[in-house]
Nanobody, 123 residues
Framework: VQLQASGGGLVQAGGSLRLSCAAS????????MGWFRQAPGKEREFVAA????????YYADSVKGRPTISRDNAKNTVYLQMNSLKPEDTAVYYC?????????????????WGQGTQVTVSS
């Protein structure tokens, strides 16, 4: 599975962005998908995840209530709608694919990673 993240950019605080992650391959619908982010000088952290069917979603406590993760298996794409953005949301956002069971927050369980897309939120 190859992943291509897009949709990042510069936005003012309080604004919104929708990130997309397009996947290649016919097996996209068998993978759970996650979004992680890495801010300058910080470790990469979990943001959100969605089960292979799309029925279950998971969010980090630090962002809960602001993002919405969704997927369209017909288009091999997962989305992250980010609302009410804050300067502390500034980071490179990565999408990742997870096949095996286990915690959606657990980075090592994700087998495939996209290249990242930069989100910058100005105050």
């Amino acid at each position: 599975v190859q992943l291509q993240a897009s949709g990042g950019g510069l936005v003012q605080a309080g604004g919104s962005l929708r990130l997309s992650c397009a996947a290649s391959g016919r097996t996209f619908s068998t993978y759970a998908m996650g979004w992680f982010r890495q801010a300058p000088g910080k470790e990469r952290e979990f943001v959100a995840a969605i089960s292979w069917s799309g029925r279950s979603t998971y969010y980090a406590d630090s962002v809960k209530g602001r993002p919405t993760i969704s997927r369209d298996n017909a288009k091999n794409t997962v989305y992250l709608q980010m609302n009410s953005l804050k300067p502390e949301d500034t980071a490179v956002y990565y999408c990742a694919a997870k096949y095996y069971s286990g915690s959606y927050h657990d980075e090592p369980l994700y087998s495939y990673w996209g290249q990242g897309t930069q989100v910058t939120v100005s105050s």
